[in-house]
């Protein structure tokens, strides 16, 4: 029997980055995956496969609503070739997984294909092609997350779908309902829209984006009002048939009244639930929560003390960065290191067009606590770059304590907010008061110059271009 001293089932961003981690600190490491290639739902299919969609989406449409303003004329008709569109989405999500394929080679870490269960707290039974078991002093359990669905809801894979299934359409919807106004149904009925498919979102909440701040889902629901698609909101769904090619959504309204809509797709995004089919937890006492996920203390480790959890599996936000952050945790406390997080610096990004990101606080989260504090805002229209690439659509609004001055939270809707919420982040983690941004040069002209501008209103309300 093979034995390690640490073993980690799953193979997500966070499994595969604490694998690396352990062994890089010099320890003897094995990772578990049941599926034929590694990276989890992350990477085959989701933040990956679906950034190439979202990619190719917005190219077409570029090229077919907006080429012409800038002087670029394309004689004949510009059409939409799924196949080859799902084809290239693959093939970046198979060099990506081949990415980490290569760097367990590189770090010495040995891959087992199957599913892993436990036998006991230091023993993992492996079933796939062979059946085998190993033998680790630590385990991390890193299984991740599913789709949620709504109980009366049967998912046929075909018309009433996923995530999954929704990136691997064989043919672009004439109608799409998204059930579920959150970053999987915004993104993946973007792409959609884009592509021609009429898109009714049908939300339960009062608005979409429901746990960001309230300004940014207003923002971006005027941009997805804007791009025909019809939003609906406080809307509790009812019931989903399929009736031949057809779905059959019914919603009660605020009213009460029971409303119908009818499509060829139904897109069920409600969320993700923790994965643990299979694991066998019970076997070894693993607590689990009444939501299903494994109970942890603050260093992630379970009531069994060699076994740890990390990543969708336990409690917090259902992120990539935050499942490495804490493989990365989890293998420095192995290791005997003092690492920390903090959970509040964790950025949540949507990637729709324009993007959406927020690191810290809300405005509702800070009234709530009776923070006093005092909001800048800058329109991203006020910036030459934005007016030079046309992406006028958007805001950067940063929150500060209104007696210290530090930054508690940043919001921004725009252009390449995915990548300008960093600066946010590095500038809350070191503590930064507003004016302390508003001070840093920004190059010109730039989208990040939206963040010092946000930085100045919130400062003394002195912004400069607007």
Sequence with gaps: MKSYDVAIIGSGPG????????????????????????????LNVGCIPSKAMLSSSHHYEEATKHFEEHGIEIPGDIKVNLEKMIGRKQAVVDQTTGGIDFLMKKNNIDVFEGLGSFKDATH?????????EIEAKNIIIATGSKPSNLPFITL???????????????????????????????????????LGAEVTVIEYMDRILPTMDAGLSKELNKVFKKAKCKMMMSHKVQSVERKGDEVIVKAENKKGEIVEFKGDYCLVSVGRRPYTDGLNAEAVGVKLTDRGQIEVNEHLQTNVSNIYAIGDVVKGAMLAHKAEEEGVFVAETLAGQKPHIDYNLIPGVVYTWPEVAAV????????????????????????????????????VKILADKTTD???????IGARCADLIAEAVVAMEYRASAEDISRMSHAHPTFAEAVKEAALAATDNRALHV
């Design 15 to 42: 499994g595969y980055v604490a694998a690396i981690r352990c062994a890089q600190l010099g320890m003897k490491t094995a990772i578990i995956e049941k599926y034929s290639t590694l990276g989890g739902t992350c």
């Design 124 to 132: 993992i039974k492996i079933e796939g092609k062979d059946s085998e």
């Design 156 to 194: 046929d894979k075909e018309r009433i779908i996923t995530s999954t299934e929704a990136l691997e359409l064989k043919e672009i919807p004439k109608h799409m309902i998204v059930i579920g106004g959150g970053v999987i149904g915004l993104e993946l009925g973007q792409v959609y829209r884009r």
């Design 360 to 395: 810290g606080k809300t405005e509702e989260e800070l009234k709530e606590a009776g923070v006093e504090y005092k909001a800048g805002q800058f329109p991203f229209r006020a910036l030459g770059r934005a007016r030079a690439s046309g992406d006028i659509d958007g805001f």
């Design 406 to 412: 530090e930054v508690l939270g940043v919001h921004m």
